[in-house]
């Protein structure tokens, strides 16, 4: 199976129309399309009219983020779908950084182009965990790649090498939205009345990102799956909440990340 094939795997699927803003509530105005994992990163769930411009506006921004500065070598690299296709960069960019300072941009094939994910490696989301809430993270950065790499870092000959910009607080961001439509989604489906915690998160009126959003500390094994969700519950403390479990490029074993998107 080639790479943009298997990019293409995870489920399709289409929500009935929300009608109210996920983020807001609002029910005034337009109301767009909402992909539950973006559309940037070949996701292909939907829920329809359920966000409205004002949010729209916000979330795109720190998508953007992660699609271009973080994510967007490999983005090229797996040919994943995107609404600019004349816009996309026919070589990738990789910007060597040598001892004095000096930095020099070299373009590679995307072919030829390493396959490069990056994301973190947290710990449980700090609710979770008894903590008090906090904004900053605790963990490590996770490179994975296929092996390539030593091809770049020899054409760099001893430089440093940017693979990437990286920003924890975008990247939890996103991950708060496609858990939170998600579980919007699916507990339109079954009728389940939650409480949500997330939307300030998305919105940018709160960072306490690490508060409702962690991960695994073990090592993931590849998985026959480019992206999944899935929703549960668990009681914690007399409490019933609810988690959606994000796991983004589970073929690359890329981390799993666990979001605490409300309670009952």
């Not at 359920?50 to 949010?55: G, I, L, P, R, V």
């Amino acid at each position: 199976m080639s790479e943009r094939s298997f990019a293409k795997t995870h489920p399709s699927k289409k929500y009935q129309p929300l009608g109210r803003c996920l983020y807001c509530s609002t029910t005034q105005g337009r109301l767009t399309d909402e992909h539950v994992i973006p559309f940037a990163l070949g996701g292909t769930i939907v829920l329809p009219k359920s966000s409205c411009d004002a949010c729209s506006d916000i979330t795109k921004r720190f998508e953007g983020f992660c699609m271009r500065p973080m994510m967007g070598p490999l983005r090229i690299r797996l040919q994943l779908q995107t609404r600019r296709k004349k816009e996309r960069p026919k070589m990738i960019s990789t910007v060597l950084v040598g001892p004095d300072g000096a930095q020099e941009i070299i373009e590679t094939a995307p072919e030829k182009y390493p396959l490069i994910g990056l994301g973190f490696k947290w710990k449980s989301a700090g609710l979770m965990l008894g903590e008090a809430p906090t904004s900053q993270f605790e963990g490590d950065l996770v490179v994975k790649e296929d092996g390539a790499l030593k091809e770049l870092l020899n054409r760099a000959e001893n430089r440093k090498v940017k693979l990437g910009t990286i920003n924890q607080a975008e990247f939890a961001r996103m991950l708060a939205k496609i858990a939170h439509a998600h579980a919007v989604a699916e507990s339109e489906v079954i009728g389940l009345s939650l409480r949500f915690f997330l939307p300030e998160i998305i919105l940018g009126k709160s960072d306490i990102y690490p508060y409702y959003i962690g991960g695994d500390l073990d090592p993931q094994m590849p998985e026959p799956y480019f992206h999944q969700l899935r929703f549960r519950h668990a009681e914690f403390k007399g409490r019933k909440l609810y988690f959606v479990t994000v796991h983004l490029f589970g073929s690359m074993a890329m981390p799993r990340y666990h979001v605490v998107v409300g309670e009952e």
